[in-house]
């Protein structure tokens, strides 16, 4: 599915927060563990754009426990706007309880995009009616995921009658990721030429990760040399797991040498996934 909380470019904060800038800085050059350190004491100098960006570098960098812990007391001191986030942070540790309540709160509270996350967590959970449900709301209330993580939901699910009729339904140039989720429709009904027009306009529409499922769709039809220009342009444009996206590919191909530096970029960025398979390839298959 779509991720549901793609970070908007970082607005450089005022000359007044000096380290809350060196965390921009980091973050923005990929080293959000090292923007972790940098941060924790720019909250602690009380400077009012680093709780945000603290968070930000939490969830980026992997370090779910901490992220609860801090966005915990932030939501029990009353700041509802980070419940979001903290139902990402509970789903990542486990704690699922905790997180559907704190994804609810936030919904409730507004923030219409944390039913992106509840949709997923009730669907893991065997309770796809509900998931569809509120991504059918959400996406009423213009949320700009929520259409095409319906139509992903429907087609995880096997309704490929259901997405299409959603996919068809929800289209529309304005909301990019839902042109993605009627190019993947076309691909599971094999209309192979529709498909690959709507992957590339998706991808010229700026979806969150249309490169990735475009070089996926030709990889699926035997094209290896697109597909890796594809993977290629989902790094130039940072989409969501573009790192073990392209290592997992050069493992495939039999190039796990080269899959090294991508899946490392991965781990840095805490994708469990890419932490997986670079510990497959090291020989080492105790979980990271």
Do not use: K
């Amino acid at each position: 599915m779509t991720q549901p909380y793609p970070e908007p470019p970082t607005p450089a904060p005022p000359i007044t927060e000096p380290l809350t800038a060196q965390g921009v800085v980091l973050l923005e050059a990929g080293r959000p563990l090292e923007a972790v350190d940098v941060l924790r004491q720019a909250v602690a100098s009380g400077e009012p754009s680093a709780p945000d960006l603290l968070t930000r570098a939490y969830l980026d960098s992997g370090s779910w426990h901490a992220a609860v812990e801090w966005l915990s007391g932030l939501v029990e001191q009353g700041h509802v706007r980070f419940a979001g986030r903290l139902g990402v942070a509970l789903v990542e540790t486990g704690d699922r309880e905790r997180a559907e309540d704190a994804l609810r709160l936030a919904v409730s509270s507004g923030e219409v995009g944390a039913a992106n996350d509840l949709a997923i967590l009730l669907r893991d959970e065997g309770r796809l009616a509900e998931g569809v449900q509120l991504l059918e709301r959400a996406a009423e209330a213009g949320d700009p995921q929520a259409g095409a993580n319906l139509v992903e939901l429907l087609l995880e699910d096997g309704d490929l009658a259901g997405a299409a009729i959603a996919a068809e339904r929800l289209a529309d140039p304005a909301r990019p990721d839902t042109v993605l989720a009627l190019a993947d429709v076309r691909a599971a009904q094999a209309r192979t030429e529709e498909a690959e027009e709507l992957y590339r306009r998706a991808g010229a529409l700026g979806a969150l990760r249309a490169h990735t499922a475009y070089g996926q769709f030709l990889l699926a039809l035997g094209d290896v040399d697109g597909a890796e220009l594809q993977f290629i342009e989902a790094r130039r444009h940072a989409e969501p797991g573009w790192a073990y996206t392209m290592g997992r590919f050069l493992v495939d191909v039999g190039r796990s040498d080269e899959a090294r530096d991508y899946l490392r970029a991965g781990v840095d960025a805490g994708d469990r996934a890419a932490a997986d398979l670079l510990a497959e390839l090291d020989g080492d298959t105790e979980e990271i």
